[in-house]
């Protein structure tokens, strides 16, 4: 098959995505421990991590017009490869400022392999089956966002059980101070083994042999002198955003708000929402385009997303029967209903980004690289719901500040039921 080595090599590249990005669903709480942090400040670190995606996004599309997209993805990998390095002198000396701009950084990476690979996937094969492409990716992005979690808590956190922010406030200071100091050094090995491997990947990616791939509008498709003029590009960034805002919500506030209510397991609540992320992916692979349409998978994502939040703001936070009805059986360790919920979540996402990328893309002709590179700055909302959270969950309570959910899931819906039809404003 002419799309075989192309699709194991980007395939490669979505684990990574997956791997790195959802690292910080354990990083995050580790991170609030040891410097000490709040809500808010915490979230900082998803915000640096993501923000990123706009700062860089345009900046890396001029990049790839004029690297091409193979030779971009080598220096994404390599812009990642120095992020991972920075948490060296982080960890070492526990400045909290350079833990963000290491984030960055690695952030800035992705930034640039997701600008190339996704229009690459959308493009490599019929625009009909792109989200079932985009699905088979999504299924290593999210099993990486399995392993991740559980990587982090084997190699970081093995030596301290049962360490959370509620155990750590409970320490005397001399004690607490010594426990930190321990912690942070133990991060220092796993990230330099990660930055290694992302420049061996960059110099194999350099050397690998990729197929072009040739950007043309269908004749009959309206053409625009801008690509801001095309409606269905714009509202699909804006689907975008607060789809990213809610999947890292679910992904990275989980480890948080366990931590808060003493879960022991805090640290690999996240691998909870990517295993049902997985399993939504590997569903829509299987319906999507025989039984169900792009569309139709993006409007019920979008109604499974605001059941879910509906019941996880109103579920208790002591009680465990959902998570024992659906897992409990398999010896998997239960979690509260309030958890549980938001961690369903991952199978209510899973479907949003396959779906929006080529439903947003289509008739975009030679504005394909650059509505891709608007579709990335969706991703800020990443950076900027966590951030509300993180406000509203200083100003009121955690899990009352979900509510943030219902707005996200209605914008998504809307752009599934109607606003990716608009081809004129």
């Not at 992302?198 to 042999?209: C, P």
């Not at 008739?363 to 900027?384: E, N, V, W, Y």
Request: glycine share 10%; proline share 5%.
């Amino acid at each position: 098959m002419p799309t075989l080595i192309p699709m194991l090599a980007i395939g490669l590249l979505f684990f990574i995505f997956g791997f790195v990005t959802w690292l910080n669903g354990a990083l995050i709480p580790f991170l609030q421990i040891i410097s000490d942090l709040n809500e808010l400040q915490a979230m900082l670190i998803a915000f640096c991590f993501y923000i990123a995606y706009v700062v860089m996004a345009l900046p890396m599309a001029w990049l790839l017009e004029r690297t091409g997209y193979k030779n971009g993805m080598s220096v994404g990998l390599a812009v990642i490869g120095i992020g991972c390095l920075l948490y060296i002198p982080a960890a070492t000396y526990q400045t909290f400022a350079v833990f963000l701009l290491a984030q960055f950084i690695v952030g800035s990476g992705l930034t640039i392999l997701q600008t190339a690979s996704n229009p690459y996937i959308v493009r490599i094969g019929p625009q009909e089956s792109a989200a079932a492409r985009i699905a088979i990716m999504g299924i290593l992005n999210k099993a990486a966002g399995v392993i991740a979690p559980i990587f982090f808590t084997w190699l970081v956190l093995a030596d301290f059980p049962n360490v959370s922010a509620a155990s750590m406030a409970e320490l005397a200071a001399a004690e607490r101070a010594e426990q930190v100091s321990l912690m942070a050094a133990a991060v220092i090995p796993p990230y330099v083994g990660m930055g290694i491997a992302m420049f061996v990947l960059a110099f194999a990616f350099y050397l690998v042999r990729l197929p072009h791939i040739k950007e043309e509008a269908p004749s009959d498709a309206p053409v625009h002198e801008s690509v801001l003029k095309y409606p269905q590009l714009v509202l699909g960034a804006i689907a975008l955003f607060f789809y990213v805002g809610v999947e890292v919500l679910a992904g990275d506030t989980i480890g948080l708000y366990g931590s808060r209510l003493g879960l022991a397991n805090y640290s690999t609540l996240t691998s909870y929402v990517m295993v049902a992320m997985v399993i939504g992916y590997v569903l829509g692979l299987v319906l999507i385009p025989r039984v169900l349409s792009q569309q139709g998978a993006l409007t019920g994502s979008a109604l499974l997303g605001l059941i879910f939040s509906g019941l996880l703001l109103v579920s208790s936070e002591q009680s465990t029967v959902i998570a024992s009805v659906l897992w409990g059986w398999s010896g998997i360790p239960v979690v509260p209903d309030a958890i549980a919920f938001l961690a369903l979540l991952g199978f209510a996402n899973a479907m949003v980004w396959p779906a929006i990328w080529p439903l947003a893309l289509a008739d975009l002709g030679k504005f394909t690289a650059r509505g891709s590179a608007i579709l990335i700055m969706g991703i800020a909302g990443g950076a900027i719901l966590p951030l509300v959270y993180g406000a509203l969950a200083q100003s009121f309570d955690p899990k009352s500040s979900y509510a943030l959910l219902l707005v996200g899931y209605a914008v998504i819906g809307y752009y599934g039921l109607a606003g990716y039809k608009k081809r004129h404003w």
